[in-house]
């Protein structure tokens, strides 16, 4: 019986379980926060940040870097329809508008000039979401920024491993956010980060990570305002130090996997692929592959060729504004159009060359039809 290919799973060494079994002896009292720490310094030297929190997910990273903002009731915050809805929640959430703008066809990241087009008055924010590992165009998004004197996030939930000009992924924003979800190429099983260099920002953020208690505090169980419990434990944060001593090759591997898809699938037409211009170091966290609008291969049929297969491959986001909650932007074109006739390939770090040349062969028997 042919073996099933999962689309992703972690890369769990023993070098992570003795991590965490150290923190599941010892990590309690004082030590409770050893392995935070040290996962905060890690992490943020890293990416290259002067500050960096360890959070619960990437959605509360969010949401309490758009809450230190000020952002609430009247505002608008602009990102591409293209996105996962833990992008958009934390903004709802906090009572402003989320704007969605279209994507560029080929990167699939949020377009600068749609972008430039839905800034008003009431803007409070620009979230560049980095998709699948490919980055957005942040020269042109960054000019914007400073046009118009509205920040830009980036949303790196997707991205370790990335550069953009040799800046890695989450270290040019006003602030950024990690995902250290159970998919992502490096993982704490579930689990987050809030990066930034705004001092003033990081104290706000740390006091609203804390429920609300200034760090200065010496009261004992009073808190200063309403926050959060958005905290990593300490046992996550033990897998998260293992798996940064590990970063390089985590990473590499991810890349490597892109490239051999890429060399394997060079030869055929009406496909394209994970983009990956000069100035980019692509994160290659899930390797996509688009086709071209003319073959009329469509998502239900890519499926269920893939699951014929046995291939567990994984469907290319729904742009938000055709979801339920909120009201369709069906002039985002090329966000409406992409996810109809795309797939995201498995990319699991222990993926052998047998697995990739049995995805290809799906592929490749798609265009044949």
Same mark, same amino acid.
């Given at each position: 019986?042919?073996?099933?290919?999962?689309?992703? &799973?972690?890369?769990?060494?023993?070098?992570?379980?003795?991590?965490?079994?150290?923190?599941?002896?010892?990590?309690?009292?004082?030590?409770? *926060?050893?392995?935070?720490?040290?996962?905060?310094?890690?992490?943020?030297?890293? #990416?290259?940040?002067?500050?960096?929190?360890?959070?619960?997910?990437?959605?509360?990273?969010?949401?309490?870097?758009?809450?230190?903002?000020?952002?609430?009731?009247?505002?608008?915050?602009?990102?591409?329809?293209?996105?996962?809805?833990?992008?958009?929640?934390?903004?709802?959430?906090?009572?402003?508008?989320?704007?969605?703008?279209?994507?560029?066809?080929?990167?699939?990241?949020?377009?600068?000039?749609?972008?430039?087009?839905?800034?008003?008055?009431?803007?409070?924010?620009?979230?560049?979401?980095?998709?699948?590992?490919?980055?957005? +165009?942040? +020269?042109?998004?960054?000019?914007?920024?400073?046009?118009?004197?509205?920040?830009? #996030?980036? %949303?790196?939930?997707? =991205?370790?491993?990335?550069? *953009?000009?040799?800046?890695?992924?989450?270290?040019?924003?006003?602030?950024?956010?990690?995902?250290?979800?159970?998919?992502?190429?490096?993982?704490?099983?579930?689990?987050?980060?809030?990066?930034?260099?705004?001092?003033?920002?990081?104290?706000?953020?740390?006091?609203?990570?804390?429920?609300?208690?200034?760090?200065?505090?010496?009261?004992?169980?009073?808190?200063?305002?309403?926050?959060? &419990?958005?905290?990593?434990?300490?046992?996550?944060?033990?897998?998260?130090?293992?798996?940064?001593?590990?970063?390089?090759?985590?990473? +590499?591997?991810?890349?490597?996997?892109?490239?051999?898809?890429?060399?394997?699938?060079? =030869?055929?037409?009406?496909?394209?692929?994970?983009?990956?211009? %000069?100035?980019?170091?692509?994160?290659?966290?899930?390797?996509?592959?688009?086709?071209?609008?003319?073959?009329?291969?469509?998502? +239900?049929?890519?499926?269920?060729?893939?699951?014929?297969?046995?291939?567990?491959?994984?469907?290319?986001?729904?742009?938000?504004?055709?979801?339920?909650?909120?009201?369709?932007?069906? %002039?985002?074109?090329?966000?409406?159009?992409?996810?109809?006739?795309?797939?995201?390939?498995?990319?699991?770090?222990?993926?052998?060359?047998?697995?990739?040349?049995?995805?290809?062969?799906?592929?490749?028997?798609?265009?044949?039809?």
């Amino acid at each position: 019986m042919t073996a099933s290919i999962a689309y992703t &799973k972690p890369s769990i060494t023993e070098l992570e379980v003795s991590y965490a079994e150290d923190a599941a002896r010892h990590g309690w009292g004082p030590k409770c *926060y050893d392995y935070i720490i040290r996962f905060e310094a890690l992490f943020r030297e890293h #990416i290259g940040t002067s500050f960096g929190i360890a959070t619960s997910s990437c959605t509360g990273a969010m949401q309490m870097g758009l809450k230190a903002m000020g952002i609430g009731p009247g505002d608008e915050v602009i990102l591409a329809d293209t996105n996962w809805i833990a992008t958009a929640a934390p903004i709802v959430q906090l009572g402003a508008t989320p704007i969605f703008v279209d994507i560029l066809p080929d990167s699939w990241c949020i377009d600068p000039d749609a972008t430039e087009k839905a800034i008003t008055p009431h803007t409070r924010a620009i979230v560049a979401t980095h998709l699948y590992g490919n980055l957005c +165009d942040m +020269d042109a998004l960054l000019k914007l920024a400073k046009r118009y004197g509205i920040p830009v #996030i980036e %949303d790196a939930a997707e =991205a370790i491993g990335a550069s *953009y000009r040799e800046s890695p992924a989450g270290s040019m924003g006003l602030f950024s956010t990690f995902s250290f979800h159970g998919t992502k190429t490096l993982t704490t099983g579930e689990g987050g980060m809030f990066l930034t260099s705004d001092g003033e920002l990081y104290e706000k953020v740390l006091t609203l990570s804390n429920h609300g208690r200034d760090r200065q505090q010496n009261k004992q169980f009073w808190a200063d305002e309403v926050g959060y &419990k958005f905290k990593m434990s300490n046992l996550q944060a033990a897998l998260g130090c293992a798996q940064m001593e590990r970063i390089a090759e985590l990473t +590499d591997r991810k890349r490597a996997i892109l490239h051999a898809y890429k060399a394997e699938l060079a =030869a055929l037409n009406g496909i394209s692929m994970n983009p990956e211009p %000069d100035h980019v170091l692509s994160g290659a966290w899930m390797p996509t592959v688009v086709f071209d609008e003319s073959l009329g291969i469509r998502r +239900d049929a890519i499926l269920s060729v893939f699951r014929a297969a046995q291939i567990d491959a994984r469907v290319f986001f729904y742009p938000l504004s055709s979801q339920p909650m909120f009201q369709p932007v069906p %002039d985002n074109e090329t966000a409406w159009s992409i996810c109809e006739r795309a797939i995201n390939l498995p990319s699991f770090h222990a993926m052998t060359d047998a697995d990739i040349a049995r995805v290809c062969k799906v592929i490749r028997d798609l265009l044949a039809v």
